[in-house]
C-alpha cells in the first residue's frame, strides 16, 4: 500500500525501532564504541538494501543543479551538485546559472505557467502572509 506522494506505509518498512538491537540504539542515542558502530553500519546496510537507486539517464546532454559554490584561492570556483543526467567530460565546456550543463543544452526561461497550492495553517503552512 502506498500513501500520498508515492510513500510506503510503515508496515512495509523492513526495519523498526522496536526491532533494532540494543546496540543500535545504544549507538543512535549516542553511545560510542566498535560494536555501536558495527550496530549502526548493519541498520545502513539493511535500508540500503531495502531503498532503490534512482536511475540516471546517462546518455542525454550533462546537467548537474548546482547545490553550493566554494571559491578556492588561485585556482577558481568549484561547484557541488547531484549529476541529474549525463556524464561529465574532463576541461568541457559548461554553462554556469542555477545549474551547469553543455553549452546549448538547457534553455533558461524568463516567464512561465504554474499551478501553486499553498497550505493552509491547519496544513502545516504559514498563518501569514
Do not use: N
Not at 568541457?92 to 546549448?104: D, F, T
Amino acid at each position: 500500500m502506498r500513501r500520498r506522494g508515492g510513500r510506503r506505509a510503515a508496515g512495509e518498512i523492513p526495519v523498526r525501532w522496536q526491532q533494532c538491537s540494543h546496540r543500535t540504539r545504544a549507538a543512535l542515542k549516542g553511545e560510542k564504541g566498535p560494536l555501536a558502530d558495527q550496530a549502526v553500519l548493519k541498520l545502513f546496510a539493511a535500508l540500503d538494501g531495502y531503498i532503490p537507486l534512482p536511475e540516471r539517464a546517462r546518455d542525454g546532454p550533462f546537467l548537474m543543479p548546482i547545490a553550493g559554490v566554494h571559491p578556492v584561492t588561485r585556482r577558481g570556483t568549484v561547484v557541488t551538485g547531484l549529476i541529474d543526467r549525463g556524464t561529465p567530460k574532463a576541461a568541457g565546456a559548461v554553462e554556469r546559472g542555477q545549474v551547469l550543463s553543455r553549452p546549448g543544452a538547457v534553455k533558461p526561461h524568463r516567464r512561465f505557467a504554474a499551478e501553486v497550492y499553498v497550505l493552509t495553517k491547519e496544513e502545516g503552512g504559514r498563518h501569514t502572509p
